[in-house]
């Protein structure tokens, strides 16, 4: 026979100092966890969000960002012609080169940061087609030092509105446009392939972008996994990664763009997932103490209850669990309260180094539904750690000696 | 006066809740040694810089090289004494789970420059003359990951720099270096720009300078030199920024962007939530010893000296607790510092922050007493011995 749920609950609420200060500890821990959750997910997200299939990334052999490669601009071009798979449309192949360059801004808060600049040639335009939109002014000139600035950047970065201009260098480029995307290219700055490689004494493009015929099989290992792998992980034999490999004219390293954008958060992903970790546990001990402290003083003062129920004939086992799940109960009412002190991080803009990058990134927090679920199944085990003991406590006494005990 | 047997007697009434509460008080205190410890690490630079020395890098930004003719003309502006190039390598050991710092620099001037780089002379001759040698600092010979020795010739892949026909490059460990200082950091291997420039023609594009620090003269006028540096280059090709070793530093800093300020926001969690915890184990505390100091008060003891009786419990409980924390703060420290390696080098917990965290339990210990002792003192006594726990 189990006890009756109400028993439980209506005890919890008989103590409401004790309850608030518990739940608020409790929910203070959960918030923690799930703020630098959401953090993760926030840039997660966004890097996902932007990834295409169909586009190829050719990078230079070895490197493991576009930030490492870099082509000279007629290698870029052989590069294009040597590869049939790329698409074919109106304008020619559906490819572009890219540099990948970055420059000193400061923040609207003061503080310096290295803003991402993308050099583009047209084509980039024609493959990504309506995931680049221009939200305001107009998109820039090939060939002139004007640029259009990502969206995340207008009112986070001086200098960024229609109208201002970025000194790259010695030559000042006109912001024209604003330009809006999900993904990471919505925190950076965009001009021309050329102009940029000039203007910053670059020999050339650090990737090649493409998008593919349907239907071709690119077969790149894991960039993940190869980064940290001492092997080499060869590619899928035969596929389009595995003759480019050993390429005799230009031998490239080719992902599909998901694979590329997937592997260049893992470093922060991994101290952001290490940092939550470590909180979760140092921080859930600290709170399943508190639950237990709690639970231990609600027991101490409601032995002469548990003595009665014992003489009523409720088995231990009963009372263990019942007293177990107004622990669980405390923890989840924790779990909630820690949830909603999450709730407003949602959607705050943020930015930050990537370290693999070395350039800015620019994200908002995302308390996804993934967040929340990770932090409620959390409070529930802090609630069934901290009332385990007590619970047991209770299961265990004699009900001659808990109805005497005052 | 305050009974100081009742107030340990009365900590002890209950062994498990006190050891609970004090176990939570351990770890906060250790977590906010540790949050404040993370941003002291990344300004340590900052505060440790040499004044004598400035930085010259792109206006325009890190992915930006220098002209390596830049460095003549630098040295030819009036106060500037010596100066020396470093350029990011940005190779790995093995895998990239071996990623560290390596630099090419000059070594001769870099010694001159960087007294706080120590390598025992016989170690810094053979460094000078072996072309393809390397210094590695001791923290990073001392890492499981690598276990770098004397005399050993190791392989380091660089994605940024690939040799002409993309193999790894190798150099010798020629001398293990010191750093007396937190800005000059003891987890990098530097070696020769000469082996570095000369490997990289073979590809045709030979690199340049990310940075050249600059050693003035002792009497030389800071702001003008800057001025002058910067002056120089005005016109390009690549626009120059100078600063002083501290704002480089100071600006790298910024770069983290909202990063320290998350940190400290995860540090008032850990301290509103330990607050609360201890909050609530002393109004429990209290509930308990309502009769007994009832009883007291009905003897005579003074309010005040039952308001006091509250607080140096909660004052104890926060003081041991906090205590405990420093001592497990200091106690990891070297553990720690492993486990960030190379992600994170430098973790050393600063005077000031084993400081603070005092400071902040034995303020813990005053402000979660002070509603029960408030309360305590309040209490008429037929109300205290009436209370049934």
């Given at each position: 026979m189990l006890v009756p749920i109400a028993y439980n609950l209506r005890s919890l609420f008989v103590r409401k100092t004790s309850l608030l200060l518990t739940?608020?500890?409790?929910?203070?821990?959960?918030?923690?966890?799930?703020?630098?959750?959401?953090?993760?997910?926030?840039?997660?997200?966004?890097?996902?969000?932007?990834?295409?299939?169909?586009?190829?990334?050719?990078?230079?052999?070895?490197?493991?960002?576009?930030?490492?490669?870099?082509?000279?601009?007629?290698?870029?071009?052989?590069?294009?012609?040597?590869?049939?798979?790329?698409?074919?449309?109106?304008?020619?192949?559906?490819?572009?080169?890219?540099?990948?360059?970055?420059?000193?801004?400061?923040?609207?808060?003061?503080?310096?940061?290295?803003?991402?600049?993308?050099?583009?040639?047209?084509?980039?335009?024609e493959i990504r087609g309506d995931e680049v939109k221009i939200v305001e002014g107009r998109n820039f000139k090939p060939g002139t030092d004007e640029v259009i600035i990502g969206k995340r950047l207008v009112d986070r970065i001086q200098g960024c509105r229609i109208g201002d201009s970025v000194r790259l260098n010695t030559t000042p480029f006109v912001v024209v446009g604003v330009f809006d995307h999900?993904?990471?290219?919505?925190?950076?700055?965009?001009?021309?392939?050329?102009?940029?490689?000039?203007?910053?004494?670059?020999?050339?493009?650090?990737?090649?972008?493409?998008?593919?015929?349907?239907?071709?099989?690119?077969?790149?290992?894991?960039?993940?996994?190869?980064?940290?792998?001492?092997?080499?992980?060869?590619?899928?034999?035969?596929?389009?990664?595995?003759?480019?490999?050993?390429?005799?004219?230009?031998?490239?390293?080719?992902?599909?763009?998901?694979?590329?954008?997937?592997?260049?958060?893992?470093?922060?992903?991994?101290?952001?997932?290490?940092?939550?970790?470590?909180?979760?546990?140092?921080?859930?001990?600290?709170?399943?103490?508190?639950?237990?402290?709690?639970?231990?003083?609600?027991?101490?003062?409601?032995?002469?209850?548990?003595?009665?129920?014992?003489?009523?004939?409720?088995?231990?086992?009963?009372?263990?669990?019942?007293?177990?799940?107004?622990?669980?109960?405390?923890?989840?009412?924790?779990?909630?309260?820690?949830?909603?002190?999450?709730?407003?991080?949602?959607?705050?803009?943020?930015?930050?180094?990537?370290?693999?990058?070395?350039?800015?990134?620019?994200?908002?927090?995302?308390?996804?539904?993934?967040?929340?679920?990770?932090?409620?199944?959390?409070?529930?085990?802090?609630?069934?750690?901290?009332?385990?003991?007590?619970?047991?406590?209770?299961?265990?006494?004699?009900?001659?000696?808990?109805?005497?005990?005052? | 006066m305050l009974p100081f047997k009742l107030v340990r007697k009365n900590l002890l009434r209950r062994p498990l809740r006190t050891t609970l509460t004090v176990l939570s008080l351990t770890v906060a205190i250790f977590l906010i040694c540790f949050l404040r410890t993370l941003i002291t690490t990344l300004t340590a630079g900052v505060e440790h810089a040499d004044s004598r020395r400035l930085a010259a890098m792109s206006s325009t930004g890190l992915f930006v090289e220098l002209p390596l003719s830049y460095q003549q003309k630098i040295d030819a502006v009036e106060g500037v004494e010596r100066t020396t190039k470093f350029q990011w390598f940005g190779g790995y050991y093995r895998s990239m789970k071996g990623f560290f710092a390596q630099f090419a620099i000059d070594g001769e001037a870099m010694f001159a420059m960087y007294p706080e780089c120590e390598v025992s002379p016989e170690q810094q001759a053979s460094f000078l003359h072996t072309r393809n040698g390397c210094i590695v600092g001791d923290a990073l010979a001392a890492d499981s990951k690598f276990d770098f020795r004397l005399g050993q010739t190791i392989q380091i892949n660089s994605p940024l720099h690939p040799t002409p026909g993309n193999q790894a490059w190798d150099f010798v460990v020629c001398g293990i270096y010191h750093s007396k200082s937190p800005n000059f950091d003891n987890r990098t291997l530097f070696f020769h720009w000469e082996y570095f420039e000369e490997t990289l023609k073979g590809e045709g594009h030979p690199p340049g300078v990310g940075v050249y620090a600059i050693r003035v003269k002792p009497d030389a006028d800071i702001p003008a030199v800057i001025a002058n540096v910067k002056g120089l280059f005005e016109n390009g090709p690549q626009r120059v920024d100078c600063n002083t070793e501290a704002e480089f530093q100071r600006q790298f800093v910024t770069m983290f962007g909202n990063l320290p300020l998350f940190v400290g926001w995860i540090g008032t969690g850990v301290l509103i939530a330990i607050f609360l915890a201890c909050v609530n184990t002393m109004i429990m505390s209290m509930r308990e010893q309502l009769s007994e100091i009832g009883i007291l008060k009905s003897l005579g003891f003074t309010d005040r000296s039952m308001f006091g009786l509250l607080i140096a419990q909660s004052f104890t409980l926060c003081c041991v607790g906090g205590a405990l924390g420093l001592f497990l703060a200091w106690s990891t420290q070297a553990g720690v510092e492993n486990l960030l390696g190379t992600s994170f080098p430098g973790y050393r917990i600063l005077p000031g922050t084993f400081a603070l965290a005092a400071v902040i339990a034995m303020l813990l210990g005053l402000l979660t007493g002070l509603a029960p002792a408030w309360r305590v003192a309040k209490l008429r006594c037929v109300e205290a011995l009436r209370s049934v726990d």
């Open positions: 739940v608020f500890g409790i929910g203070a821990t959960v918030a923690i966890v799930s703020g630098i959750l959401a953090l993760q997910q926030g840039f997660k997200t966004m890097f996902i969000a932007g990834g295409r299939d169909d586009i190829a990334v050719f990078l230079r052999p070895g490197a493991n960002s576009e930030g490492d490669s870099q082509f000279s601009r007629d290698r870029g071009l052989q590069l294009i012609k040597n590869v049939p798979e790329i698409a074919v449309g109106e304008h020619g192949p559906e490819a572009s080169m890219e540099a990948y360059l970055a420059v000193l801004l400061e923040r609207s808060g003061g503080g310096l940061t290295n803003i991402p600049l993308r050099g583009v040639q047209p084509a980039t335009f999900v993904g990471s290219f919505g925190g950076e700055i965009w001009g021309d392939l050329d102009r940029f490689c000039a203007t910053m004494g670059r020999y050339g493009p650090n990737r090649v972008i493409a998008r593919l015929k349907p239907g071709t099989v690119i077969g790149a290992a894991d960039p993940t996994k190869a980064m940290f792998s001492e092997t080499p992980i060869p590619p899928v034999p035969g596929s389009m990664a595995d003759r480019l490999r050993d390429d005799p004219v230009i031998p490239a390293k080719v992902m599909s763009e998901s694979q590329y954008l997937s592997a260049q958060t893992v470093f922060l992903t991994f101290a952001l997932i290490s940092l939550g970790a470590m909180l979760g546990v140092v921080m859930g001990l600290a709170a399943i103490f508190t639950a237990t402290n709690t639970m231990l003083s609600a027991l101490a003062a409601r032995s002469r209850e548990i003595g009665i129920l014992l003489a009523m004939g409720y088995r231990p086992i009963p009372i263990f669990l019942s007293f177990l799940f107004e622990a669980v109960v405390l923890g989840l009412i924790g779990g909630l309260v820690g949830c909603l002190l999450a709730l407003p991080f949602n959607g705050i803009r943020a930015g930050t180094m990537n370290f693999q990058t070395f350039t800015e990134m620019a994200f908002a927090f995302r308390v996804t539904p993934f967040v929340l679920i990770v932090a409620v199944t959390f409070s529930l085990v802090l609630g069934l750690l901290g009332g385990a003991w007590p619970a047991w406590r209770a299961a265990r006494m004699r009900p001659t000696q808990a109805m005497r005990r005052v | -």
